[in-house]
């Protein structure tokens, strides 16, 4: 269940800005404003999954790593900081903290344009997914 009084505003326009201030000046004692670039949107994420698909598919030496996998590599190659901890069985290690859905808009542009120069380095033909999602951002870009 959210909390109700917990918001998340869009600081797009003087209204917004406005509201922002409003809502501050309001707030009960100990109340906390976090500020920060918008995180990586849901078009960004739903391009993202096509592309690690058509690398497994056409890059042999992806293909044994799951697809969430795939996206903990790019993310450690982005230079994201991981931390990892030993197994509770003692068999091996295991990344933690890490979720792309905490990545900035920006930050995920970058984890998109990594995955496209691998893919360019690989010869990656990308799937109709991956194409269709450029088209689309393109469209709403120019418009």
Do not use: C
Request: aromatic share 10%; no cysteine; net charge neutral.
């Amino acid at each position: 269940m959210s909390d109700p009084l917990k918001r998340t505003i869009f600081l797009v326009g003087d209204t917004q800005r406005q509201h922002a201030k409003n809502l501050i000046d309001q707030a009960p004692p100990n109340f906390v404003m976090r500020l920060g670039e918008a995180t990586r949107s849901d078009a960004q994420n739903r391009k993202m999954w096509p592309m690690l698909a058509d690398l497994q598919a056409q890059v042999p030496e992806f293909a044994e790593f799951s697809a969430n996998d795939m996206k903990l590599r790019f993310l450690n190659l982005l230079g994201m900081e991981m931390r990892f901890l030993p197994a509770l069985e003692g068999q091996g290690m295991f990344p933690v903290g890490m979720s792309s859905s905490m990545l900035t808009k920006s930050q995920f542009s970058g984890l998109i344009e990594l995955i496209y120069a691998v893919g360019a380095k690989h010869g990656v033909q990308w799937s109709e997914r991956s194409a269709a999602y450029f088209a689309e951002e393109l469209g709403r870009h120019a418009a």
